[in-house]
């Protein structure tokens, strides 16, 4: 008996605390898009100050500030890849190309089953306590008309994961030799 009234309470505790801090069962229960038959994929890396104004990047490391990949015909994806690789004014870098056929199989894979929330994030409820990320920077992801953000207390958000495995995708898309096309 006093155990099933512990089961009670642990239940009732958990509604209780749900039905204050919406999104707090963020990680249970996510909905799932299919996003795999896309015309028009969109990656923006929004900060302050602009990601493709900005010359802070550590030398070496490719910093991805836009991507679009935008299906031609049946099968056929073109890709643009945006960003800077180091801080000096000539490090910026435009990749423009056709997708191939395995890159095309590995995004379709990793667009197929997106998990996302509609409701704030639980820590926004709470600003005063200081918990959570600075928002000088925000990752958005658009496929269509259905844009997700990697962070945000307002938006639609993508899981964080999910997102992670996006951008490091467009990442291994930029030429393996370093060699990219300054505009």
């Known amino acids: 008996m006093g155990e099933c009234r512990w089961r009670i309470c642990g239940v009732y505790l958990l509604l209780c605390t749900s039905s204050f801090m919406p999104g707090c069962l963020y990680a249970f229960y996510p909905d799932t898009y299919d996003a795999s038959d896309f015309g ?3 990656y923006r890396f929004e900060s302050d100050p602009p990601c493709l104004g900005s010359r802070d990047a550590t030398a070496g490391y490719f910093r991805l500030c836009e ?3 935008t299906r031609e015909a049946e099968g056929e994806y073109l890709l643009v890849l945006e960003g800077h690789t180091g801080d000096s004014s000539d490090s ?3 990749v ?3 997708m191939t056929g395995s890159e095309v199989e590995d995004m379709l894979a990793l667009f197929r089953e997106l998990h996302y ?4 994030q639980p ?3 709470i600003p005063a306590a200081g918990i959570g990320f600075p928002e000088s920077y925000e990752y958005v992801f658009r496929w269509d008309g259905f844009e997700l953000v990697g962070y945000d207390c307002d938006r639609a958000r993508l899981d964080w994961e999910r997102g992670v495995d996006i951008y490091w995708f467009l990442i291994s898309l930029l030429p393996e ?3 990219v096309e300054t505009p």
């Open 40 to 42: 028009e994929f969109y």
């Open 117 to 120: 929330n509609l409701h704030p």
């Open 92 to 94: 910026h870098y435009l």
């Open 96 to 98: 423009e190309r056709a």
């Open 67 to 69: 991507a679009a990949i």
């Open 123 to 125: 820590f926004c409820a």
């Open 177 to 179: 030799d370093e060699t």
